[in-house]
């Protein structure tokens, strides 16, 4: 009886070591299971993360080519607005033809790199120049109106003064009664201007629209600009009107040169016909 009994604890010990290696084996495999699903788990992680941050950065470098393209749309589609605003206040029929049809004039998008403000001379300069034919004194203007006038150029920037420096003068035209009058900054903040040498027997109503009158070689007619606001005798002489502004200047980024493809032969003959008479 006792090898009986030892021979059965022997059996038994054996059996329940067979058992606790299954079971540790089991227990292996099922660690290895759970270490390869956290891994793999994890590797997903990580690649997600990096496509998201590789896509994101592949977006961020389309977004200047995005942003070009909108804005060649977006001066294409002023340029065709402007055309329907000018047949609908009839001032086709009545403003100058060779600064009518925008077919003269050629409009690029740019974007403001550097803009001085505060100063008694603020100023622009904008990321394309003569690489992208631009040329000194074209306009710069946006969808609200006119932002200044293209002074100097490099080869892949310009510089321009803004309508917000004394030595910026836009010719303007004034309300349904068509009166112009040269517009300029006056000196007090961005958000108005001032159009003088009005004839006194004008009487100049606020909330006329002030547009570009065409009677230049920068911008065509019909830009909008501003709305009148009080105006004045000066000196008994003339009269002097508050325009308020469309265009805010502390938040111009996008920006389009208007450049009049017959500026030259304008200003040719202009010098021609002044040299003649001197």
Same mark, same amino acid.
């Given at each position: ?12 010990? =054996? ?26 788990? +994890? ?9 998201? =941050? ?17 804005? +060649? ?15 609908? =206040? ?22 403001? @790199?550097?803009?001085?403000?505060? #100063? ?25 109106? @006119? ?5 100097? @150029? ?37 958000? #108005? ?18 547009? #570009? ?7 065509? +007619? ?11 005798? @000066? ?44």
């Amino acid at each position: 009886m006792p090898r009986k009994r030892g021979s059965t604890n022997a059996i038994t010990s =054996a059996a329940a070591f067979i058992l606790l290696e299954v079971a540790a084996l089991a227990m292996l495999g099922s660690s290895s299971t759970m270490k390869d699903i956290w891994f793999n788990r +994890a590797s997903m992680r990580v690649n997600a993360f990096l496509w998201g =941050a590789a896509e994101n950065m592949r977006n961020h470098f389309r977004l200047e080519t995005q942003n070009d393209s909108l804005a +060649a749309l977006n001066a294409a589609l002023e340029a065709r607005l402007r055309q329907y605003e000018l047949r609908e =206040a009839g001032m086709e029929e009545k403003s100058h033809e060779v600064f009518l049809n925008d077919q003269r004039f050629r409009y690029i998008p740019a974007t403001v @790199v550097r803009m001085g403000r505060g #100063t008694a001379h603020n100023y622009v300069i904008v990321n394309k120049g003569q690489e992208d034919g631009i040329r000194p004194q074209s306009g710069i203007i946006t969808s609200d109106g @006119v932002v200044g006038i293209i002074s100097a @150029v490099g080869r892949r920037y310009s510089y321009g003064l803004t309508l917000m420096n004394p030595n910026v003068t836009i010719s303007t035209r004034i309300g349904q009664a068509g009166v112009d009058a040269p517009l300029r900054w006056d000196g007090r903040d961005s958000n #108005t201007a001032v159009a003088g040498d009005i004839p006194p027997h004008y009487d100049i109503a606020p909330g006329d629209t002030v547009r #570009t009158s065409g009677f230049s070689s920068i911008f065509p +007619a019909g830009i909008p600009i501003g709305t009148t606001q009080d105006s004045r005798l @000066v000196n008994g002489s003339s009269r002097q009107v508050d325009v308020r502004l469309f265009q805010d200047f502390r938040s111009i980024h996008y920006v389009t040169i208007v450049e009049n493809l017959d500026s030259d032969e304008i200003l040719a003959l202009e010098k021609n016909a002044t040299s003649g008479e001197s």
